[in-house]
Protein backbone atom coordinates (compact mmCIF):
# COMPACT_ATOMS: atom_id res chain seq x y z
CA UNK A 1 0.00 0.00 0.00
CA UNK A 2 0.98 3.60 -1.03
CA UNK A 3 0.01 6.27 1.44
CA UNK A 4 0.80 10.38 1.94
CA UNK A 5 -0.37 10.77 5.50
CA UNK A 6 -1.48 7.93 7.01
CA UNK A 7 -4.08 10.05 9.50
CA UNK A 8 -7.36 9.45 9.79
CA UNK A 9 -9.65 11.03 7.79
CA UNK A 10 -13.53 12.20 8.76
CA UNK A 11 -16.03 12.80 6.43
CA UNK A 12 -19.76 13.35 6.11
CA UNK A 13 -19.68 13.06 2.34
CA UNK A 14 -17.15 11.29 0.06
CA UNK A 15 -17.11 12.20 -4.41
CA UNK A 16 -16.20 9.56 -6.04
CA UNK A 17 -15.02 9.83 -9.68
CA UNK A 18 -15.47 7.06 -12.04
CA UNK A 19 -13.07 6.01 -14.59
CA UNK A 20 -10.21 4.62 -13.18
CA UNK A 21 -11.67 4.81 -9.53
CA UNK A 22 -14.76 2.59 -9.41
CA UNK A 23 -14.32 1.25 -13.10
CA UNK A 24 -11.02 0.31 -15.07
CA UNK A 25 -11.41 1.70 -18.09
CA UNK A 26 -8.03 1.35 -19.87
CA UNK A 27 -8.89 -0.87 -22.60
CA UNK A 28 -11.53 1.67 -23.23
CA UNK A 29 -8.54 4.10 -23.36
CA UNK A 30 -6.75 1.78 -25.57
CA UNK A 31 -10.12 0.79 -27.78
CA UNK A 32 -10.26 4.71 -28.55
CA UNK A 33 -6.78 5.60 -29.76
CA UNK A 34 -6.66 3.00 -32.29
CA UNK A 35 -10.07 3.32 -33.50
CA UNK A 36 -9.02 7.18 -33.70
CA UNK A 37 -5.53 6.04 -35.37
CA UNK A 38 -7.30 4.08 -37.58
CA UNK A 39 -9.94 7.05 -38.58
CA UNK A 40 -7.18 9.49 -39.80
CA UNK A 41 -5.00 6.57 -41.51
CA UNK A 42 -2.80 5.27 -39.05
CA UNK A 43 -2.30 1.44 -38.66
CA UNK A 44 -0.16 1.52 -35.71
CA UNK A 45 -0.46 2.48 -32.15
CA UNK A 46 2.49 3.94 -29.88
CA UNK A 47 1.37 2.53 -26.12
CA UNK A 48 3.20 5.12 -24.87
CA UNK A 49 0.45 7.76 -25.89
CA UNK A 50 -2.45 5.40 -25.08
CA UNK A 51 -2.83 6.92 -21.80
CA UNK A 52 -0.84 10.32 -22.40
CA UNK A 53 -3.67 11.39 -25.02
CA UNK A 54 -6.32 11.31 -22.26
CA UNK A 55 -4.50 13.00 -19.55
CA UNK A 56 -3.86 15.88 -21.84
CA UNK A 57 -7.28 16.27 -23.46
CA UNK A 58 -8.89 16.73 -19.70
CA UNK A 59 -6.08 18.79 -19.05
CA UNK A 60 -6.66 20.89 -22.14
CA UNK A 61 -3.24 20.57 -23.35
CA UNK A 62 -1.98 20.20 -26.83
CA UNK A 63 -1.73 16.61 -27.74
CA UNK A 64 -0.10 17.55 -31.79
CA UNK A 65 3.34 16.45 -30.37
CA UNK A 66 2.23 12.60 -29.81
CA UNK A 67 0.39 12.20 -33.31
CA UNK A 68 2.91 14.01 -35.91
CA UNK A 69 1.38 14.18 -39.18
CA UNK A 70 -2.00 13.66 -38.23
CA UNK A 71 -4.83 15.89 -38.66
CA UNK A 72 -5.58 16.71 -34.77
CA UNK A 73 -9.45 17.81 -35.42
CA UNK A 74 -10.37 14.80 -37.22
CA UNK A 75 -8.33 12.80 -34.43
CA UNK A 76 -10.61 14.00 -32.10
CA UNK A 77 -13.96 13.42 -33.53
CA UNK A 78 -13.19 10.23 -34.05
CA UNK A 79 -11.38 9.78 -30.39
CA UNK A 80 -14.14 11.28 -28.90
CA UNK A 81 -16.80 8.85 -30.65
CA UNK A 82 -15.01 5.86 -29.76
CA UNK A 83 -14.09 6.73 -26.02
CA UNK A 84 -18.14 6.83 -24.66
CA UNK A 85 -19.04 3.95 -27.12
CA UNK A 86 -15.71 2.05 -25.79
CA UNK A 87 -16.24 3.00 -22.36
CA UNK A 88 -19.47 1.86 -21.74
CA UNK A 89 -18.68 -1.28 -23.24
CA UNK A 90 -14.99 -2.41 -22.51
CA UNK A 91 -14.90 -0.57 -19.30
CA UNK A 92 -14.73 -3.06 -16.03
CA UNK A 93 -15.33 -2.80 -12.46
CA UNK A 94 -12.90 -2.73 -10.12
CA UNK A 95 -12.03 -5.90 -8.56
CA UNK A 96 -14.15 -6.31 -5.44
CA UNK A 97 -16.28 -2.60 -6.43
CA UNK A 98 -19.29 -3.89 -4.28
CA UNK A 99 -17.84 -4.68 -0.98
CA UNK A 100 -15.88 -1.63 -1.27
CA UNK A 101 -18.46 0.53 -1.53
CA UNK A 102 -21.35 -1.12 0.56
CA UNK A 103 -18.18 -0.65 3.34
CA UNK A 104 -17.89 3.48 2.07
CA UNK A 105 -21.46 4.11 2.37
CA UNK A 106 -21.59 2.82 5.85
CA UNK A 107 -19.34 5.56 6.96
CA UNK A 108 -20.31 8.62 4.78
CA UNK A 109 -23.11 9.74 2.10
CA UNK A 110 -21.85 8.76 -1.25
CA UNK A 111 -21.63 10.68 -4.82
CA UNK A 112 -20.30 10.09 -8.33
CA UNK A 113 -19.20 12.78 -10.51
CA UNK A 114 -17.55 11.71 -13.49
CA UNK A 115 -16.03 14.22 -16.56
CA UNK A 116 -17.96 11.93 -19.42
CA UNK A 117 -19.96 14.51 -21.29
CA UNK A 118 -23.18 11.62 -21.35
CA UNK A 119 -26.38 11.93 -19.79
CA UNK A 120 -26.70 10.77 -16.31
CA UNK A 121 -28.95 7.81 -16.89
CA UNK A 122 -26.53 6.24 -18.97
CA UNK A 123 -23.87 6.50 -15.91
CA UNK A 124 -26.51 5.21 -13.95
CA UNK A 125 -27.38 2.06 -16.34
CA UNK A 126 -23.58 1.19 -16.17
CA UNK A 127 -23.76 1.21 -12.36
CA UNK A 128 -27.06 -1.21 -12.03
CA UNK A 129 -25.28 -3.42 -14.37
CA UNK A 130 -21.94 -3.66 -12.16
CA UNK A 131 -24.41 -3.78 -8.84
CA UNK A 132 -23.22 -0.64 -7.22
CA UNK A 133 -25.76 2.34 -8.64
CA UNK A 134 -27.99 1.72 -4.95
CA UNK A 135 -24.70 3.19 -3.06
CA UNK A 136 -25.03 6.72 -5.05
CA UNK A 137 -26.93 9.39 -3.83
CA UNK A 138 -26.25 11.76 -6.79
CA UNK A 139 -24.53 11.00 -9.83
CA UNK A 140 -23.38 13.77 -11.72
CA UNK A 141 -21.75 14.04 -15.06
CA UNK A 142 -20.14 16.09 -17.79
CA UNK A 143 -23.65 16.96 -19.32
CA UNK A 144 -24.84 18.14 -15.42
CA UNK A 145 -22.46 20.99 -15.71
CA UNK A 146 -21.16 24.16 -17.47
CA UNK A 147 -17.47 23.63 -16.44
CA UNK A 148 -15.75 20.82 -15.98
CA UNK A 149 -13.52 19.32 -13.47
CA UNK A 150 -11.13 21.09 -11.93
CA UNK A 151 -14.79 23.27 -11.47
CA UNK A 152 -16.21 23.25 -8.21
CA UNK A 153 -19.66 23.38 -9.96
CA UNK A 154 -19.94 19.63 -9.85
CA UNK A 155 -18.90 18.87 -6.44
CA UNK A 156 -21.51 21.71 -5.70
CA UNK A 157 -24.08 20.17 -6.81
CA UNK A 158 -23.23 17.09 -5.03
CA UNK A 159 -22.78 18.55 -1.70
CA UNK A 160 -26.30 20.36 -2.29
CA UNK A 161 -27.73 16.74 -2.76
CA UNK A 162 -25.97 15.34 0.25
CA UNK A 163 -26.30 18.33 2.63
CA UNK A 164 -23.21 18.59 4.02
CA UNK A 165 -20.51 21.24 4.07
CA UNK A 166 -17.88 21.07 1.10
CA UNK A 167 -15.25 20.73 3.88
CA UNK A 168 -16.91 17.43 5.37
CA UNK A 169 -16.37 15.92 2.16
CA UNK A 170 -13.64 13.94 0.64
CA UNK A 171 -13.19 13.72 -3.38
CA UNK A 172 -11.40 10.64 -4.57
CA UNK A 173 -9.93 10.19 -8.30
CA UNK A 174 -7.11 8.62 -9.76
CA UNK A 175 -6.40 12.27 -11.90
CA UNK A 176 -4.48 15.15 -11.16
CA UNK A 177 -7.79 17.41 -11.63
CA UNK A 178 -10.14 14.90 -8.97
CA UNK A 179 -7.25 16.43 -6.76
CA UNK A 180 -7.15 19.78 -7.73
CA UNK A 181 -11.30 20.18 -7.20
CA UNK A 182 -11.40 19.07 -3.65
CA UNK A 183 -8.56 21.74 -3.01
CA UNK A 184 -10.07 24.59 -4.64
CA UNK A 185 -13.48 23.11 -2.93
CA UNK A 186 -12.03 23.32 0.39
CA UNK A 187 -12.30 19.31 0.79
CA UNK A 188 -9.96 16.45 1.49
CA UNK A 189 -8.85 14.76 -1.12
CA UNK A 190 -7.66 11.40 -1.88
CA UNK A 191 -5.80 10.09 -4.80
CA UNK A 192 -5.57 6.53 -5.92
CA UNK A 193 -2.69 4.53 -8.23
CA UNK A 194 -5.70 2.49 -9.98
CA UNK A 195 -6.00 4.42 -12.99
CA UNK A 196 -3.82 6.30 -15.77
CA UNK A 197 -1.85 8.88 -13.55
CA UNK A 198 1.61 7.79 -12.11
CA UNK A 199 2.75 7.90 -8.27
CA UNK A 200 4.74 11.12 -9.00
CA UNK A 201 2.32 13.02 -11.02
CA UNK A 202 -0.24 12.51 -7.97
CA UNK A 203 2.39 13.55 -5.41
CA UNK A 204 2.95 16.59 -7.22
CA UNK A 205 -0.90 17.70 -6.52
CA UNK A 206 0.12 17.12 -2.83
CA UNK A 207 -3.56 15.10 -2.19
CA UNK A 208 -4.06 13.99 1.50
CA UNK A 209 -3.60 10.93 1.08
CA UNK A 210 -2.26 8.28 -1.84
CA UNK A 211 -3.74 4.35 -1.83
CA UNK A 212 -3.24 1.84 -4.41
CA UNK A 213 -7.24 1.62 -4.68
CA UNK A 214 -10.84 2.69 -3.56
CA UNK A 215 -10.44 -0.96 -1.93
CA UNK A 216 -8.59 0.75 0.72
CA UNK A 217 -10.10 4.22 1.52
CA UNK A 218 -12.62 2.53 4.40
CA UNK A 219 -9.87 1.73 6.52
CA UNK A 220 -8.28 5.48 6.59
CA UNK A 221 -11.76 6.79 7.62
CA UNK A 222 -12.81 7.59 10.93
Not at 89 to 101: H, W, Y
Not at 177 to 187: E, P, Q, S, T, Y
Not at 191 to 201: C, F, K, N, Q, R
Amino acid sequence: MVKVNCEKLKAKGILIDLDGTIVDSRQAYLEAVKTALSAVGKKTVDISVVTEIPKRIEQNLPINDLLEGVNTRKFLDAYFKAWYQASSQKAKPMPNIDETLNKLAQKAKLALITMRHVPRIDIIKQLERFGVAKYFQIVVTGMDVERQKPSPEGLLKCTEELHVREGECIVVGDSVLDIRLGKGAGAKTVAVLSGIYSLDELKNEKPDMILEDLSKLANCLE
